[in-house]
């Protein structure tokens, strides 16, 4: 029997890669669109007989192959976590979650967890929520049988989402705090969350922020800025070449300090940014002569980054002293 020709839907269009709905979301369950762009429309959706495709969607369950709407309705019926599958009970869990937003997200410029309450993030961001209670069994001295279970769990989570299409702003803040408190997976964790993050342009949220006046796009400058103090932090620490490159983001961190849409926080958050992007010309400058006596002839450059850092300690000692006084 012959099957008549296939017919695309009239008027559909594809998405452009360069559309807007490639920047990062705002928090509400929400992902960015795949670079893939398959249309969605299944093969019956047109009342056409069975044709060869639908046999690879039903055997092999890909998840990359079956439609985003499907994956969210799966999510939509109930949460599913270690918590839920009783890996970590509820109540570990509520303590690990409050000592992590008690103690540890300051240290973060409380970038990592914008919410409230553990039930809230189960529902946000399974990812996020491993993350947060790996680094915070990983600080509590009262729990250390459970670090073993969550570093366990996040790892698993890291291994399934690698390849994920789409991902969200909470992806990308579990990144963050994996490669600013996990020592042994720091470094490939912060490799990750740069490719991911400058593929969905998250480089370029500060111009929007500072042009636009969007609290979405600051945010995710805040992303872009966290992981740009770890990979400058980590390339110190492990003598290997940085990944982010200087811009106006790091070089005008004034310019977003004072723009309308930051915030108190922020006073500390671009204080290390601009402390880290000072070493890194100390770095790049000096490790050229890695065991060798430094040149005369950089005398003169250890004498301007001096006067560069005390400039900085006594600029930014204004500014968060400022914070704490008001």
Known sequence: LELPALRSSAGAELPKEDSPGHSIPSNKGHHVPSRDNSPKLMPEDEGLPYVPIHSLYALTKLRALRSP??????????????????????????????????????????????????????????????????VASLHDSTADSLYPICSSEFRRLIEMTIFERRLDRDYLRALCIGSYWLSDVSWMLSGHAIRRAAEFDLHNSYDRAIEDSSAEDADCARIWYILYVCDQQLATLYGRPSIVQEDAATQSVINFLHCPVANEEDRRLLSQVASVSILRSIRELFSIN?????????????????????????????????????
């Open 69 to 134: 709407d499907d994956v969210d309705s799966q999510h939509s019926q109930g949460i599913d976590d270690f918590i839920t599958r009783r890996s970590i009970s509820l109540a570990d869990a509520e303590r690990l979650f409050s000592f992590y937003r008690r103690r540890l997200n300051p240290y973060i410029y409380l970038i990592g967890c914008p919410y409230e309450s553990l039930q809230e993030l189960r529902q946000k961001s399974q990812f996020l929520l491993v993350a947060i209670l790996t």
């Open 290 to 326: 890695k065991g060798k006596p430094i040149p005369r002839m950089h005398l003169n450059h250890i004498t301007h980054f001096r006067k560069q850092l005390d400039q900085w300690f006594d600029f930014w000692t204004k500014q968060v002293q400022g914070e704490i006084s008001s």
